[in-house]
């Protein structure tokens, strides 16, 4: 079963304007946590957010924001004036409590197209 | 620039030939893992290492081949590979907590001929 759905495939936006990108997660876990990660076209992932299940408060970073909400389970990212540089393809991951390590259950990924 | 280096950025090869693709942090993470993916999809889990020890193999052929010399290096064995293991991949690094974000390499990307 798909533990991570982010149900957005493709978003085109015209820079300076505000975009979401959704992400619902399904876990049985009390532990867990959630990332956002961003892939330009290099290749790289990059971190940009860590989240854990007992902490709710929303979180803003510069231009970037996450909106966590357990009852809904979804934990969506806005960006606030997007940027051509925001172009790029946003993955949600969530990681379940107790290991040595982390292992990811990746959404499907949403790409973002911001055009000047 | 990325604290997780791979080499090389890009590889040919031909489906009989040997090959090796090579990962390295300096961050003292003990948990090194190996991803695939292919165009328009997420990473795809491969291997894990937890402290030197192979963790997880999620089912991967046998013609990939997962080394972990030391804490710092993960390699990645390839032999006899398919057209269809054309991907990119990727080498992450983290701390041994599973809250812990993965740290990724730029990654490999492979086109088997």
């Known amino acids: 079963a798909q533990k991570v759905t982010q149900a957005q495939t493709e978003i085109s936006v015209v820079e300076k304007e505000d975009v979401t990108l959704d992400c619902v997660y399904e876990?049985?876990?009390?532990?867990?946590?959630l990332f956002w990660y961003k892939q330009p076209p290099s290749g790289e992932l990059v971190f940009l957010i860590r989240?854990?299940?007992?902490?709710?408060q929303n979180e803003i970073s510069g231009r970037y924001s996450w909106n966590f909400q357990k009852s809904t389970s979804s934990f969506n990212f806005t960006i606030t004036a997007s940027q051509v540089v925001d172009s790029a393809v946003y993955f949600c991951?969530?990681?379940?409590?107790?290991?040595?390590?982390?292992?990811?259950?990746f959404g499907s990924g949403t790409k973002l197209n911001v055009k000047p | 620039d990325t604290e997780v280096t791979q080499t090389p950025k890009h590889l040919v090869m031909g489906m009989t030939n040997k090959k090796s693709l090579k990962c390295e942090q300096h961050?003292?993470?003990?948990?090194m893992y190996w991803y695939k993916q292919k165009a328009k999809k997420p990473p795809e889990l491969m291997f894990v290492?937890?402290?030197?020890?192979?963790?997880i193999n999620e089912s991967v052929p046998s013609r990939f081949s997962p080394e972990c010399p030391n804490s710092s290096l993960l390699n990645l064995h390839l032999h006899a590979l398919q057209p269809e293991d054309s991907a990119l991949y990727l080498c992450?690094?983290?701390?041994?907590?599973?809250?812990?974000?993965?740290?990724f390499g730029d990654g490999t990307r492979l086109s088997i001929l």
């Open positions: 992450a690094s983290s701390q041994g907590d599973s809250n812990q974000p993965q740290h």
């Open positions: 876990t049985r876990d009390t532990t867990y946590y």
């Open positions: 989240r854990n299940s007992f902490d709710e």
């Open positions: 991951a969530l990681s379940e409590y107790g290991n040595n390590f982390n292992k990811f259950y």
């Open positions: 961050m003292g993470h003990r948990a």
């Open positions: 290492y937890s402290y030197e020890k192979l963790s």
